[in-house]
């Protein structure tokens, strides 16, 4: 890919972006904070199991 079509893309994608409404913003931060909380704890109980068999 050229230099010049990839600035092509990038600025076609600005122009097609737009600002998230409140909404779509809380739902987001909602889900991000419950894949962080899923993760840590599937990472805690991992290390809990491991810790309690040695």
Known sequence: ????ELVK???RI???SR???P???SKVAK???FGMFLFG???FIISF???FLR
């Open 31 to 33: 889900v991000c904070a």
């Open 49 to 51: 199991v491991f810790g």
């Open 41 to 43: 704890l599937v990472g």
């Open 1 to 4: 890919m050229e230099f010049a």
């Open 9 to 11: 893309r990038c600025i």
């Open 23 to 25: 909404a779509e913003w």
């Open 14 to 16: 600005f122009y097609i």
């Open 19 to 21: 600002k998230p409404t």
